[in-house]
């Protein structure tokens, strides 16, 4: 079996499954979720799954959970911003954000959260300059 070869689920507890089939169907406009026998809600995108599965604790995670890779990051917030989706900004040492982007090496990102906590992503590729 070849790992790098197989379907990738990310899993993501949710408190409220209502809710957050909301927010996944309506602020980031995934196509309607399939209901699965166990309760979990599956969004598939590109190559991967997004299962929302109850949780009544819901996320513990502080960390970056998924993460979707963007061709412009600016115009991506400014239409998901027109969804409702609030950016997060942050200013740390070695670690701010101008306008929702921080840049981070070889990529822009932007950070917000679902209504459940969990902590979702934009990021843009920097294209390689030639020397």
């Known amino acids: 079996m070849q790992l790098d070869a197989q379907q990738v689920t990310v899993m993501l ?7 957050a089939r909301d927010f996944y169907e309506r602020a980031l406009a995934l196509p309607t979720g399939e209901e699965k026998p166990d309760g979990k809600v599956v969004y598939h995108c590109g190559g991967t799954e ?8 819901g996320t513990k995670a502080e960390h970056t959970a998924l993460s979707f890779r ?36 070889s990529e822009k990102a932007a950070w917000f959260n679902d209504p459940e906590g969990n902590i979702l992503c934009l990021h843009e590729d920097i294209p390689e300059r030639a020397t």
Do not use: M, Q, W
């Open 13 to 19: 507890p949710v408190r409220d499954l209502a809710r």
């Open 50 to 57: 997004i299962a929302l599965f109850p949780k009544p604790e």
């Open 70 to 105: 963007v061709d412009d990051i600016r115009s991506s917030i400014a239409e998901l911003e027109g969804r409702g989706v609030v950016f997060a900004d942050y200013d740390l040492p070695g670690f701010k954000t101008v306008e929702h982007v921080c840049v981070l090496g």
